[in-house]
């Protein structure tokens, strides 16, 4: 609702390279352009963000620049969380170049997994919090703390966007279904829902660490691991020239050892200033046993050792 009501077909849109796949179905439904940045362990890369606002300026494309949209909190695939300094500096950055753009540059703040720390770390703030909050729309969502069957999500949007966004909503369901909407309300009000989130969060450290020690048995030592202290994923980069991707032997070979991952490519945009790796996977620890975590990371490591003996 929100590109709806920000970007028009040819628009483009800056995300994190990787970033949630999801999202960029998305944006191709609609006919918008992606262009990636470099994410690292704390967030985004804050040069390439640059480099990349300053090449499209200089080919006129800055204009058609609606919004960067981060996952910042345990991203969906990497389990990165973008630290504070990063929101204020690509904060900063956007109203940078918001005048050659001639109007708002958006961050859009996607932190669907925030409630789902589950290391002993403090929460880092929102970039709601931050001088230049009015470019911050900020997203989440019950379904992945509380309740998978709970589709209901919410959103902190600045004017004019939230009348905009509001209006749309109407048009498109008249909004959303009110039986989620007052069971959720009475789980907030009642305590329940923090007593349960609290529970989700142990289940999921438990299951994380499950995957985690399996990964340092059986995957080969010359694959980089990229862990997190929330949300439900591990990111793995296999060594330069193995690939991964959907049409690689690794996949295929995964999925004869009735073994599924989210190849990395998946996660890129199509960019054409930037080549998508091939070489990595999302693995997910949310909805396996951890018997089915610790055989299917042994299944994976077999494919993985195999295909660098070759």
Not at 7 to 26: H, K, M, N
Not at 188 to 198: I, M, P, R, T
Request: charged share 25%.
């Amino acid at each position: 609702m929100t590109l709806e009501a920000l970007c028009d077909e040819g628009d483009i849109i800056l995300v994190e390279g990787p970033t949630y796949f999801v999202f960029l179905s998305i944006l191709q439904s609609r006919g918008i352009k992606a262009r990636g940045v470099k994410l690292e362990h704390d967030g985004i890369d804050l040069s390439h963000l640059e480099n990349v606002l300053t090449r499209l300026k200089k080919s006129g494309e800055l204009s058609r620049v609606k919004a960067l949209y981060l996952v910042t909190y345990f991203q969906n695939p990497t389990g990165a969380t973008t630290s504070l300094a990063k929101k204020s500096a690509t904060l900063k950055l956007l109203k940078q170049f918001e005048r050659a753009a001639g109007h708002p540059i958006y961050l859009l703040e996607d932190a669907a997994y925030r409630e789902l720390r589950f290391d002993h770390g403090e929460d880092v703030p929102t970039a709601l919090t931050l001088p230049g909050a009015g470019r911050v729309i900020y997203t989440g969502t019950y379904s992945k703390p509380y309740a998978p069957g709970a589709r209901v999500g919410f959103g902190i949007l600045p004017e004019p966007v939230f009348t905009v966004v509001q209006r749309i909503k109407g048009n498109h369901d008249f909004g959303s279904a009110n039986l989620l909407q007052q069971l959720l309300a009475r789980a907030l009000e009642s305590g329940l829902y923090d007593k349960h989130v609290a529970k989700v969060r142990k289940n999921y450290a438990r299951k994380a660490r499950v995957m985690k020690l399996a990964l340092a048995e059986h995957f080969p030592a010359s694959v980089e691991i990229w862990e997190s202290g929330g949300g439900l994923y591990f990111w793995a980069r296999l060594p330069d020239g193995i690939s991964a991707g959907v049409k690689s032997k690794v996949f295929q070979s995964a999925l004869k050892a009735d073994v599924l991952y989210v190849p990395g490519e998946l996660c890129y945009a199509d960019d054409p200033s930037r080549t998508k790796p091939d070489n990595e996977m999302r693995i997910s620890f949310g909805s396996a046993s951890e018997e089915n975590i610790r055989e299917g990371i042994k299944r994976l490591g077999a494919v993985l050792r195999k295909a660098l003996a070759r």
